[in-house]
């Protein structure tokens, strides 16, 4: 994997850090200096894994490609490239390999639409969650505090065994929002907004047990 000499631009950095507060990590692979993004999703979300690359273009180290979960389900990844940006963000949100929240962490609508595209959901018109599972409580407590920065209220809410944050209904149009504009289309589903499949046909090539098919298809 080689080193990029590219930097990362603000919108960029928004996008990582919104994805490392969701499904995305960072890792450093052992004899090598700097660090890597990886992007992971379900394959029905092709549209926003697309969408990521085209971001972090500049930065990316090859074509999403689609391989097997769990089970029978399939995912569609990539990654990035090393670069010495990555290291430090890594630095900031894990402790060893458990990933934590930095305790001056500050939240824009970019970071906030990009967390809420990975890991918000919303069951109800008055039920709108971040699953934070993930995250221990302290970890929890920072994110709620970041998210009132914002002027957004949220709890903490049992899930089974854990907790996740819940948006006070007070909150929810703001939210909404806050986000709108950087939400993709085809994750409007998850602020009650009509699911847009998008047209846009892209260049990329997905590799597919062993067959090379075109990421429009």
């Given at each position: ?175 909404f929002a806050i986000i709108e504009k950087t939400i993709i289309p085809s994750m409007q589903?998850?602020?009650?907004l009509e699911s847009v499949e998008t047209t846009r046909r892209s260049p990329t090539l997905?590799?597919?047990?062993e067959d090379i098919v075109r990421s429009s298809q």
């Open positions: 994997m080689v080193n990029t000499v590219e930097r990362l631009n603000q919108f960029q950095k928004s996008v990582i850090i919104g994805t490392l507060l969701g499904d995305g990590y960072i890792r450093i692979v052992p004899g090598r200096q700097n660090a890597f993004l990886e992007i992971n999703h379900a394959l029905s979300q092709r549209e926003y894994v697309l969408w990521k690359y085209d971001v972090l273009d500049g930065i990316r180290a090859g074509a999403p490609q689609v391989r097997n979960g769990n089970g029978k389900r399939k995912a569609i990844r990539f990654y990035t490239r090393q670069s010495a940006e990555l290291t430090k963000i890594q630095s900031l949100f894990y402790s060893g390999r458990v990933k934590v929240i930095p305790p001056d962490l500050q939240l824009n609508p970019v970071i906030l639409a990009v967390w809420f595209m990975d890991d918000g959901s919303r069951c109800r018109e008055s039920d709108v969650y971040l699953n934070t599972q993930q995250f221990d409580t302290p970890s929890q407590l920072i994110l709620i505090q970041a998210l009132q920065k914002l002027g957004l209220e949220a709890t903490l809410n049992k899930d089974k065994h854990y907790f996740r944050i819940r948006f006070l209904k007070k909150s929810i149009p703001k939210l589903y998850k602020i009650g997905i590799t597919l047990d």
